[in-house]
């Protein structure tokens, strides 16, 4: 047979994280479970709804949609805070599967949310509980392929979901504080 007419199984992976580094990190949390980094974030209103956050060396710009008064340049709070939802959680996933020596050769994750704005952010709207504004509802899609079996992808992906900082602080109610500056 010609080695041109030869099929050829190809295979890509995405890129992989430091293993030895991750089972590091994994010890020192073992060992120490109360341990808490701290994030921090620094945000400017440019004008209108239009916001730049100073996150280290980032910056992350937001903006609300013409409907809403803004002035459509960036994504919409909403749409940043699902955005670090599918950011932890593809991180996790990475992480767990690292961790389970499996090679993911596609990792995409698909997020909706249901959210309204009746009370106009407190400017006159509908009186609302906050219970009752916010997302009411997130909807997560996982597209997930590598060298493991359906069931070994859906455990990672369960595992991932489950130890997920950021999914976890949108399922559970954490302390909150706002004050004004002095």
Known sequence: MNTAMTPKTVSSH?????????LAFAEKGLNNPGNRGT???HTITDGQYRTVSH????????DEPLHLFGEDTAPAPGEI???????????????????????L????????GDIGNPAAWGAGGAE???????????????????????????EIV????????????MR??????ISVMD
């Open 14 to 22: 995405l890129r992989s994280i430091d293993r030895d580094g991750l």
């Open 39 to 41: 994030n921090k974030v």
């Open 55 to 62: 996150i280290n060396q980032h910056e992350v710009v937001v």
């Open 81 to 103: 805070v699902l955005s670090g939802l599918g950011g932890c959680l593809c991180v996790g996933i990475t992480a767990v599967a690292t961790w389970k020596q499996v090679k």
């Open 105 to 112: 050769s596609k990792l995409e994750v698909f997020l909706e």
């Open 128 to 154: 609302m509980t906050p219970e009752q504004m916010g997302f009411q509802e997130i909807r997560v899609k996982v597209l997930i392929e590598g060298d493991a079996s359906r069931e070994e992808l859906d």
């Open 158 to 169: 369960t595992r991932a979901n489950y130890f997920s900082p950021v999914a976890n602080t």
């Open 172 to 177: 559970n109610p954490i302390p909150f504080s």
